[in-house]
């Protein structure tokens, strides 16, 4: 409409006065309907007038040197590429503002549309406050509160007097709250929580997109996922990816273990989790275990751990916790290897417990340490089901004064400490008498050996067996040295050294003076006392490697 047309108008509708109430029933927020106290000025920073589209009714009004435009009815408006729409609108051509009442609606250009029953708006600054049952949405999420400032020109809102954001199933609310709708960020604070159908998220300020479905944690939060709860102030998850990357020593508790790390990265589409820096994974289940490394990954649905860059695997009990280091550790579910594993006592293929459907397994300069028991291996396999501790390749156990080397060694527990023990092949026994350069020693193609609270109490050697013993009278002062050959021979122990031995089938020996026995003669061939092998302390497995 032209200048002329408006003050025909003017005058043609100079008896319409506009109420203290609106057809919205909605009252304005100046107490005089068209008392403004926006300073009249220059629209500055491409600010344009606000352009009268349509609307059912109009009239036109001044006022204290102002010109008003009063529109009712379905009102349609414009600024640049910015429409505004609403039941009725006080418009101030002389500042270029506006007050709306019902209905309100503002397209922003088609990005974001805001939605309220009571706007005042700027034209100058482009700045929209919004009261009453207010909605913004940009396509994907939306936002409602009671009252939100927005600038249309950055399209940036904020809202101090509670927010609600849902995008599909998620559902954002905070006390206040920033939203940037150039990249979609909505920046909550004070009392935030985030609720979907699987997680539940609670912390002080957060940022979320609305479209990635980031959220961003720039404060102490907790998110809960069922059973587990991971506590972080650095990192981000993704609620539609369901993938969270965590910073800054963030901490798991779940219903079966604790995990702490320097940076996590969790994947609960498919239940798989990476641990870097310093990672500590403590269980809760009866076995009772800790997994400490550098890197560790998981595999929640198999119930998997692989942990490389020092790891160290600390099976726990009360007075003898076993330490276990390794290149690599992980453990798995023993119904889920393809591989065939060779029975001990029990067979591994029948589990009746699902708590004993668990393995662990170590290669590559493997080392144990406890109070009890030492052992060196290249690999070691660990077995809940029949509680056998498998020792391949070079391995060597001691235990005291004792060294047992073979090709393969079968260690079982029994209530987490040492129970029985199986050398396959080329077994050979050291056992070092004191502080002596003296060693009794047995030999054969077999060798079983059984323990009493930790100690070794007997042991027996089959085939071709060879032994080499030290005769002590009271005093333990040498009588003599004993060789001898037999298919089978036992040695019974007490408090840790041989006490009684027996030969059974084919003896032949001798009892000699040990001056009388050549230097050569007093070691079975193959004999290799490896002490220097022999890990002296638990503190030695921790970030050492071993060549």
Excluded at 4 to 14: P, T
Excluded at 267 to 289: E, P
Excluded at 508 to 516: D, K, R, T, Y
Aim: charged residues 25%; aromatic residues 10%; positive net charge.
């Amino acid at each position: 409409m032209n200048k002329i047309g408006l003050i025909i108008l003017s005058f043609a509708l100079s008896i319409y006065q506009v109420g203290a109430q609106n057809s919205s029933g909605v009252k304005p927020l100046t107490n005089t309907l068209f008392k403004d106290t926006t300073p009249a000025a220059p629209i500055t920073n491409g600010g344009k007038l606000i352009e009268f589209l349509s609307s059912e009714t109009y009239n036109v009004k001044k006022m204290d040197s102002m010109d008003f435009l009063v529109l009712v009815g379905h009102v349609k408006i414009r600024q640049g590429k910015t429409l505004l729409y609403g039941d009725s609108l006080i418009l101030n051509t002389t500042k270029n503002t506006l007050e709306g009442f019902g209905h309100i609606h503002i397209n922003d250009a088609d990005s974001v549309q805001t939605y309220s029953d009571y706007l005042k708006y700027l034209g100058a600054t482009k700045k929209a406050f919004l009261r009453k049952k207010v909605k913004l949405t940009d396509g994907k999420g939306i936002l409602t509160t009671d009252s939100l400032d927005y600038e249309v020109a950055t399209k940036i809102g904020s809202f101090k007097k509670g927010g609600k954001m849902v995008r599909n199933q998620t559902v954002l609310t905070s006390n206040d709250g920033i939203y940037y709708g150039e990249t979609r960020d909505v920046i909550f604070k004070n009392k935030v929580e985030l609720v979907d159908p699987e997680n539940k998220i609670i912390t002080d300020t957060l940022e979320y997109n609305t479209y990635s479905q980031l959220a961003n944690f720039i404060s102490p939060s907790k998110i809960i996922t069922g059973s587990r709860t991971i506590t972080t102030s650095n990192g981000n998850f993704n609620v539609g990816l369901k993938q969270g990357y965590l910073y800054d020593r963030s901490f798991i508790d779940d219903s079966t273990y604790h995990f702490i790390a320097d940076e996590m990265a969790v994947d609960d589409s498919v239940g798989t989790g990476l641990f870097k820096g310093n990672a500590i994974y403590r269980s809760k289940d009866t076995l009772g275990f800790d997994l400490l490394a550098g890197n560790i990954k998981t595999n929640k649905i198999k119930s998997i751990l692989f942990a490389t860059e020092n790891p160290l695997l600390l099976i726990k009990q009360k007075r003898d916790t076993l330490y276990i280091a390794a290149d690599t550790l992980h453990t798995g579910k023993i119904t889920d290897l393809t591989r065939a594993i060779p029975k001990a006592r029990d067979s591994v293929g029948l589990i009746k417990d699902s708590s004993l459907d668990k393995y662990f397994e170590a290669y590559h300069h493997v080392r144990i340490y406890s109070d009890s028991l030492q052992g060196k291996a290249d690999s070691l396999f660990y077995s809940l089901s029949d509680s056998t501790i498998r020792l391949l390749t070079n391995p060597i156990v001691w235990a005291n004064n004792n060294q047992i080397t073979g090709d393969t060694i079968y260690l079982q527990v029994k209530n987490k400490k040492p129970d029985q023990l199986n050398v396959f092949n080329n077994a050979f026994t050291i056992n070092k008498i004191d502080t002596t350069d003296f060693f009794n020693q047995l030999k054969g193609n077999r060798l079983n050996a059984w323990f009493i609270d930790g100690a070794i109490s007997k042991m027996i050697t089959k085939g071709n067996s060879e032994n080499i013993y030290y005769a002590l009278d009271n005093d333990k002062k040498f009588i003599g040295v004993n060789h001898s050959n037999a298919q089978i021979i036992e040695i019974t122990f007490e408090n840790n050294e041989p006490a009684k031995v027996v030969f059974r089938n084919q003896l032949v020996g001798n009892m000699s003076p040990i001056g009388q026995v050549p230097k050569a003669d007093l070691k079975i061939k193959g004999f290799r006392w490896q002490e220097n092998l022999r890990p002296k302390s638990k503190a030695e497995l921790i970030g050492k490697t071993v060549n």
